[in-house]
């Protein structure tokens, strides 16, 4: 699972994706470095100018329409297990990005929060190498993110 933030974006996809927050919202920015270093890339601001912080994640597996990804706990090299965005993420909204299939999905994370235990239960979970942290996530169909958000076609 390859999983780019926007700092790790090709610029097209960035465009795209920040012509799209703007086509919803008033404003679209990137987040200071010191935001972004605790969870926060974007910073929304609404019509009615409030300013909502995003999380932005982009999953660049292609052909795997049918599955989000929801990373849960890391375990680092001297077996300590740490909590991962799904819990401790700042933001507001979790921008889920598909740039091959053309799609975001935009959730609130407090209404994904809600969801969580729920979400294990009925999905399987799997864990890859990032490397020294070995990351567990929950895969889950991708209209679970429809019932829980908001979906855009780019």
């Known amino acids: 699972m390859t999983w780019l933030f926007p700092s790790e ?17 008033s ?9 972004q270093q605790t969870g926060i890339h974007k910073i929304i601001t ?5 300013d909502l912080s995003a999380f932005v994640v982009t999953d660049t597996q292609p052909g795997r329409s049918a599955w989000a990804y929801i990373d849960t706990n890391e ?6 297990s740490l909590l991962a965005w799904a ?9 889920y990005y598909r740039p091959q299939h053309c799609d975001v999905y935009l959730l609130w994370f ?10 294990r239960r ?3 979970s799997l864990a890859y190498r990032k490397k020294e942290v070995l990351v567990r996530r929950i895969r889950v169909p991708i209209y679970e993110f429809e019932r829980l958000g908001i979906k855009g076609v780019l």
């Open 9 to 25: 974006m090709p610029s097209r996809d960035q465009r795209r994706l920040d012509m799209f927050l703007a086509c919803q919202y």
């Open 27 to 35: 404003q679209v920015r990137t987040a200071s470095d010191t935001q």
């Open 46 to 50: 609404t019509r009615m100018g409030a």
């Open 75 to 80: 375990d680092d090299s001297a077996g300590n």
């Open 87 to 95: 819990y401790t993420c700042p933001a507001d909204l979790l921008i």
């Open 110 to 119: 407090w209404v994904l929060r809600e969801h969580l235990s729920r979400l």
């Open 122 to 124: 009925e999905y399987s």
